[in-house]
């Protein structure tokens, strides 16, 4: 560009302006790279290959109300349905209740069939099997609290009546997740008396194009029940949770929308303050044949290197600092993993440069309109 150094000395003029004119647009990109990863995150299914193969079955009216013990001896019976196992979400607290983590009661005997994405030692898994009051938690979490094999750990009931107390046979590894607490669903029923009720029911099917039928046959079995269910696969499952929170997808599009908007009168307002204090210079140039065409390009290049600039600065620091911050572990397990991923950073970059070419734009039309005579009059 032969104009290079004329748009250099324009962009570093005046330095403070400008300074922080790239600090609000970096800040801004560096919150729609977080809502847009966000978004991306909380839509990723299991990454475990036998994910595509569970179906879950809940209660239909409620996912807090429980169903019958007896809809296992059913749902086996179901055709392409390999295995069953019941899961209830105990919801304990661990010393005080900002020790928030996921705490299930299940089969113990088909934990392992069901998930095979949770790897244990055979030591642990023979604890597991032959002490009722055994426990296993993810690799996280019992980096979290600093547990070890052996510990003793109680968990308050919150939901049940009951506090329980286990002892850590084993600390599993999961591609998926590792911040959960496992132990005996018998252990629980013991405690509360053998009440006969399940939250929630896994199937594993034979293969994943078996998975509709499954669902299908299912529910119709349980239509018109005292207990009706209703059955997803694991991922539509995981999906309730997020839809508890709202609609997510809308929410970022709104908050992201608005900060592109304000970017866009940011960058505009300082492009535009920026030409009509040099509004005699611009004059002169002109004066001394410099075309409207050279003038445009050289603002567009300023504006332009403006707003990329600070959309270099949001976006990759975005990337560097969800590299360093483990999201996962401030959301308590609900985030999975946080990366900010190149379709990503490539959507970042393009708002900045149609930020820079919109926001200099309008200004510099200003520009063509602006006579020798009136730009010279302008002082100041």
């Known amino acids: 560009m032969k104009y290079w150094k004329i ?64 809809y296992r001896q059913k749902l ?10 019941a899961i209830d979400w105990f919801g304990g607290i661990y ?12 089969d113990h005997d088909r934990i392992f069939d069901i998930f095979p994405e949770i790897t244990l030692n055979e030591g642990a898994k023979q604890a597991w099997m032959s002490q009722r009051t055994a426990a296993i938690c993810g690799a996280k979490l019992a980096e979290r609290f600093g547990w070890k094999v052996g510990d003793r750990i109680t968990l308050l009931g919150s939901i049940y009546p009951v506090d329980l107390d286990f002892t850590l046979v084993g600390i599993y590894t999961n591609v998926a997740d590792e911040r959960s607490f496992y132990f005996r669903r018998d252990y629980l029923e013991e405690m509360l008396g053998r009440p006969g009720k399940a939250g929630v029911w896994y199937l594993l099917c034979d293969s994943a194009d078996s998975v509709p039928a499954v669902i299908s046959t299912v529910d119709a079995m349980f239509r018109n029940t005292d207990a009706e269910t209703l059955s997803e696969t694991e991922r539509a499952f995981e999906a309730t949770f997020t839809q508890m929170i709202g609609n997510v997808k809308g929410l970022v599009l709104s908050i992201s929308s608005v900060v592109v908007f304000m970017i866009l009168l940011i960058t505009g307002n300082t492009m535009a303050m920026n030409i009509r204090e040099r509004s005699h210079e611009i004059a002169v140039l002109k004066s001394l044949g410099f075309q409207n065409e050279s003038l445009v390009g050289m603002l567009l290049g300023e504006s332009t290197i ?38 990503t950073i490539a ?20 520009v063509t309109r602006l006579t020798v005579s009136d730009g010279l009059r302008r002082i100041g």
Do not use: C, Y
């Open 7 to 70: 748009i250099w000395r324009n962009v570093t003029r005046n330095r403070r302006r400008t300074l922080l004119t790239i600090l609000s647009i970096a800040f801004s990109l560096l919150l729609v790279t977080f809502l847009r990863t966000l978004v991306i995150t909380l839509g990723q299914p299991n990454p475990a290959p036998a994910s595509v193969r569970r179906v879950a079955v809940r209660r239909l009216t409620s996912l807090q109300e429980r169903m019958p013990e007896s």
């Open 76 to 85: 086996e019976r179901v055709p392409h349905v390999q295995l069953v196992t």
């Open 95 to 106: 010393r005080e209740p900002s020790n928030f983590f996921a705490n299930f009661a299940l």
């Open 306 to 343: 403006i707003a990329m600039s600070g959309g270099l600065i949001g976006v990759l620091g975005a990337k560097l600092l969800f590299m360093t911050v483990d999201l996962s572990e401030l959301s308590m397990g609900f985030i999975r993993s946080f990366q900010v991923e190149l379709p």
């Open 347 to 366: 959507l970042g970059l393009t708002i900045a440069l149609l930020v820079g070419l919109a926001s200099g734009a309008f200004p510099a039309l200003s």
